[in-house]
């Protein structure tokens, strides 16, 4: 990617505030939309963001160019949110397991939600994988190699993902997907 | 429903899904008040320097405390052997430095004041 490479001379040029400066726009709705993906949580997914985005201002300069840029942000972002996620469970551990469920549930009424709540439940009973695949490939119309990029796992992978999650979003919304074989 | 349909659906509902307005300028502020990742860096790389010094005066510590029994041991072990043969030759050395002036007297000197030296440096660490 032109940018990634425009920031990473910046960094290597010890010009951080700069980078940063481009960086921040540029990766604001991948690192958005994968904590997002994994945290199914509006507000929860901005807040992490922003913590990914502090924690990438203090590590750039440390950032030695071996790893892909894009592909040491989407590390440190999914790392942040695997954590968020696990110490949000064991919070909802303490409390019953159904009521647990709906706390879960309702945590994060946002606009998307609200215009489409079938579709949305539908997403959230998608198993994490499937949920992650579908919210990164629809979120800003990126490619097949770049989900499998920001979840670090192989493109053919991420396309079973996206085979069995419209499969099954087709069949919870009550319709059949004719896909293309 | 078909494929496209889904597609269209499911674009539209994420379309929707962004972080509030400000969020940029938030991130901003925030690192703004943070110290200059330069100067974190500098501070980690100082207490890196000051961590492998203390590490380093410990070892050497140790080695001279240790060099310091080996020797005084010897010493004790050779004047236990050959305590009349030592007290003899002690007795010529002294003899010797007095006889010799003010440059025996300095050396002796010069020996007493470098082991409290090295005593006292092995105190301080």
Known sequence: MPADQAIVELVQAGRGQEAFERLLPAYRRRVFGLAYGILRDRAAAEDLAQEVFVKLWQALPRYDGRAQLSTWIYAITRNAAVSALRARRRELSLADEAVAAEVEGVAAPDAAAAEDPALRRAIDRLPEKQRQAITLYYMDERSVEEVADMMGIPANTVKTHLHRARASLAAALGESAKEPA | ?125
């Open chain 2, 1 to 125: 429903m078909n494929r496209e349909g889904l597609d269209a659906r499911l674009r539209r509902h994420f379309a929707r899904v962004d972080t509030a307005p400000g969020f940029e300028a938030r991130v901003l502020a925030r690192v703004a008040a943070l110290p200059s990742p330069r100067i974190l860096e500098r501070r980690l790389e100082v207490e890196r320097q000051q961590f492998a010094l203390r590490k380093r005066l410990r070892r050497e510590a140790w080695f001279n405390a240790a060099t310091a029994l080996g020797v005084g041991a010897a010493a004790l072990a050779a004047v236990w052997r050959h305590g009349p043969e030592v007290s003899d030759r002690m007795r010529e050395l002294v003899e010797h430095a007095t006889q010799g002036g003010g440059l025996g007297v300095a050396a002796v000197a010069l020996g007493a004041w470098f082991v409290w030296w090295s005593w006292r440096a092995g105190a301080g660490r």
